[in-house]
């Protein structure tokens, strides 16, 4: 019988040809992952196993302010730019992201750190890192860092602390007497109403509001504060009596109101008070 024997040019050109094919998919693999990357809103940094940063995204030039070409090769950018900590002290060295990420084995979530401008503004970053291993591999061949703008936030958390530190102040200093209620109790009062009721912060706070009012005009703010609730209306004035803990009785002029949250659930009441006694 005759064998029919293997062509090794044929066996070699169609090991060629499939090696080409996987080639071009890996390249094609490459080019769509490199797509997703460069589009992501996130700064992508990679680092290897020595911290030297080997790759990265266009938005982490975008984050950063450097090119790329700038970053590869170097120990990321807080060797390159001057930054700070959240608490704006010189960030060192050994508070890197990716050299706290080694010390401690584990990956970080949400580290904060600014980058100095030449203008002196602090842009602010935070920061995630995660280890880069091979399957079957316990160690590591390098890290990958993410990077987010939070700038905005930052300043919009502080401008909200700036007016939560004003409305402070006013509400303390006010003359009139000012009070959250919550349920019928007071769970904010300011030092004038204390005045007025003659009773000490502590002693008003959780205390009933009906407790407080003369045993005739106990109900009398009812019917208008259910409107409040219902919508129907913003707020509501009254003159209503009130027994101080001397035992004396004081008049009041109070204006109420209803502070809700952004999607319109009540939060709590909202009252004023001017001590009327003397005019009355």
């Given amino acids: 019988m005759t064998k029919t024997r293997?062509?090794?040019?044929?066996?070699a050109t169609a090991e060629r040809h499939a090696l080409e094919e996987a080639l071009e998919a890996l390249r094609e693999s490459e080019s769509r992952f490199r797509a997703v990357i460069d589009s992501a809103n996130e700064g992508i940094l990679v680092y290897d196993a020595a911290l030297i940063v080997t790759a990265g995204n266009a938005a982490a030039?975008?984050?950063?302010?450097?090119?790329?070409?700038?970053?590869?090769?170097?120990?990321?950018?807080?060797?390159?730019?001057?930054?700070?900590?959240?608490?704006?002290?010189?960030?060192?060295?050994?508070?890197?992201?990716?050299?706290?990420?080694?010390?401690?084995?584990?990956?970080?979530?949400?580290?904060?750190?600014?980058?100095?401008?030449?203008?002196?503004?602090?842009?602010?970053?935070?920061?995630?890192?995660?280890?880069?291993?091979?399957?079957?591999e316990s160690g590591f061949y390098g890290i990958v860092s993410t990077i987010s703008d939070i700038t905005s936030r930052r300043q919009a958390e502080q401008a909200l602390r700036d007016s939560?530190?004003?409305?402070?102040?006013?509400?303390?200093?006010?003359?009139?007497?000012?009070?959250?209620?919550?349920?019928?109790?007071?769970?904010?009062?300011?030092r004038s109403l204390c005045e007025i009721l003659g009773y000490t912060e502590r002693e008003l706070l959780g205390k009933g509001v009906k407790e407080l009012s003369h045993p005739d005009d106990r109900d009398v703010t009812?019917?208008?504060?259910?409107?409040?609730?219902?919508?129907?209306?913003?707020?509501?004035?009254?003159?209503?009596?009130?027994?101080?803990?001397?035992?004396?009785?004081?008049?009041?002029?109070?204006?109420?109101?209803?502070?809700?949250?952004?999607?319109?659930?009540?939060?709590?009441?909202?009252a004023i008070f001017d001590d009327i006694t003397e005019r009355k």
């Avoid at 027994?243 to 909202?270: H, N, Q, S, T």
């Fill in 61 to 136: 030039e975008r984050i950063i302010g450097l090119p790329l070409a700038e970053m590869i090769g170097k120990a990321g950018f807080t060797s390159l730019l001057p930054c700070v900590r959240e608490d704006g002290s010189p960030l060192a060295p050994e508070d890197r992201p990716t050299r706290i990420t080694v010390r401690s084995g584990k990956p970080l979530t949400g580290q904060v750190l600014g980058i100095v401008r030449e203008d002196k503004s602090i842009t602010w970053l935070e920061a995630n890192t995660g280890f880069l291993r091979r399957p079957g």
């Fill in 6 to 11: 293997r062509n090794p040019d044929l066996s």
């Fill in 164 to 190: 939560e530190g004003r409305f402070r102040t006013t509400f303390q200093l006010a003359a009139s007497g000012i009070c959250e209620v919550v349920d019928g109790r007071f769970v904010r009062v300011n």
């Fill in 222 to 270: 009812d019917a208008e504060r259910a409107r409040i609730r219902a919508g129907e209306i913003a707020s509501a004035r009254f003159e209503k009596r009130y027994l101080r803990k001397d035992g004396a009785v004081i008049w009041c002029e109070i204006a109420i109101a209803l502070v809700r949250d952004v999607f319109g659930m009540p939060l709590y009441e909202v």
